[in-house]
């Protein structure tokens, strides 16, 4: 499934600055496994060692928190927006 | 990474008197420059600014304080500015209250009011952490600023933008009320209104944070942004007669403005500025919007995002980035997490209206309701010094107590038609007293 994936500014540095890029995956977790083969490294900043998302990292499948769906197993479509979002302070 | 960020850090303290070193990682404790950067580029963990303590126990002393500018910034030493220049719209330094009637309704001896309510210029605590977030934007060299709000913020922002000359654009949820509409749109900044909730709005602002290079509030000046709230400790220490209070009790959303209040704390005592002593923190959220308090009861130490529905808008943040470390202080202080219904919220408001003389908003209905549920269920001793914080005003949120407060009486502009009319209010006012009467 082809999927755009939104990078945040401290990730930026393994894709060339891109802010935006496109990728592949039937599911999160196969989606950040194409991350890592795209762009070296990627993945042991967004998963911790366990292999889940970071905490104060928020994924989003089409603006929903993956929380809210099936986690890492949230499955994908294409065509879908993915956003990779480090916690902000609120207000 | 990071060497580029770590490298020549030292050179930038104390070059203006500034006694701010470093960002540093609250996680695996990397260090970087002063920039604007909020999170680790290790672990993704928040970067607070790290200050020299030693030279702070050294050059600061209660005298110099109270020599200071009637504002936060008598508290200048403690902030992460490193210029000679601060925006002062004479933010801070309200009024702490020796509550008498609402103590004596709740059985409390010692109870203080933090009334924010009347912060300027924008009645309410985000003054003090934008005028920190806004200075500092400027010394960075930011000409745009921008924010994502549940309404407070973008007043304060959009103010304090107008007052520093600054390009400004807001975030807000499109369902915001009108009076927090209205108080951002008068001081002329760009408000975008995203039709979604709160979080919504975080990650789209996020977003355009990677896009565009302006220095949002809450997003890449966010470890400049929360050391503002820090100023809400030093000044009830003050206060107090540089005493620390037994009890604090405030309003939980992001968890930023309870954990900096902690940090205040900690970091007078730790400067010599006041006896050291344990101060419980208990915190206030709203049932439609409850994580933090939800993870306090189950025992958890994580917390898992909401959606939010509740009237108290301003705290309804579903995924509260700092929930994990207010979880933290309030269990290793003895103190408390609770929430309460919109109900007890609306009569929260009116508690402290009718007994103190405070118009607040939702959130400060929250925490005056939180405030009431801890000491009916015997968690707020009666004899401890409890300063509870009110950190909004009502005015701007009307519509959360409109159909609870009454109607003006509407008589004719004679005297007999006013007596007629007080006749009835007090028959009305005994009816509504009789059954608590009986």
Known sequence: MAVKV????????????????????????????????????????????EGNPRRFLNLYVNSEDIRFLEGIDTGLSNGDEVSIVPAVAGG | MTLQSLVSFASNTTSHGSTCKSLKCRECGAEYELKALHVCELCFGPLEVNYDYDQLRCTVTRDSIEAGPKSIWRYRPFLPVVGHEVIDLGTGMTPLVKSCRLARRLGLKNLYIKNDAVNMPTLSFKDRVVSVALTRARELGFSTVSCASTGNLANSTAAIAAHAGLDCCVFIPADLESGKVMGTLIYG????????????????????????????????????????????????????????????????ASGSLFTKIYKGFREFTEAGLVEPKTVRFSGAQADGCSPIAQAYREGRDFVTPVKPNTIAK????????????????????????????????????????????????????????????????GRIDPDETTVVYITGNGLKTQEAVQGYVGEPLTIEPKLASFERALERARTLERLEWQPVMI
């Open chain 2, 189 to 252: 900044p760009t408000v975008m209104a995203v039709e979604g909730n709160y979080d919504q709005v975080n990650r789209l602002c996020s977003e355009v944070a990677n896009t565009h290079g302006w220095g949002f509030v809450n997003i890449n000046l966010r470890p400049y942004y929360s050391e503002g709230s820090k100023t809400l400790g030093y000044e009830v220490i003050e206060q107090l007669g540089w005493q620390l209070p037994d009890h604090i009790v405030a309003p939980l």
């Open chain 1, 6 to 49: 939104l990078i945040p500014t401290p990730l930026q540095k393994f894709t060339n600055e891109q802010a935006t890029i496109d990728c592949s995956g039937t599911t999160i977790a196969e989606l950040i496994e194409s991350l890592e083969q795209a762009y070296p490294g990627i993945k042991s900043r967004i998963c911790d060692n």
């Open chain 2, 314 to 377: 301003s705290i309804a943040i579903g995924n509260p980035a700092d929930g994990i470390y207010a979880l933290e202080i309030a269990r290793k202080t003895n103190g408390a997490i609770e929430s309460v219904t919109d109900l007890e919220i609306i009569d929260g408001i009116k508690l402290l209206a009718e007994t103190e003389g405070i118009f607040t908003e939702t959130a400060g209905g929250t925490t005056v309701a939180v405030l009431k549920k801890l000491i009916e269920s």
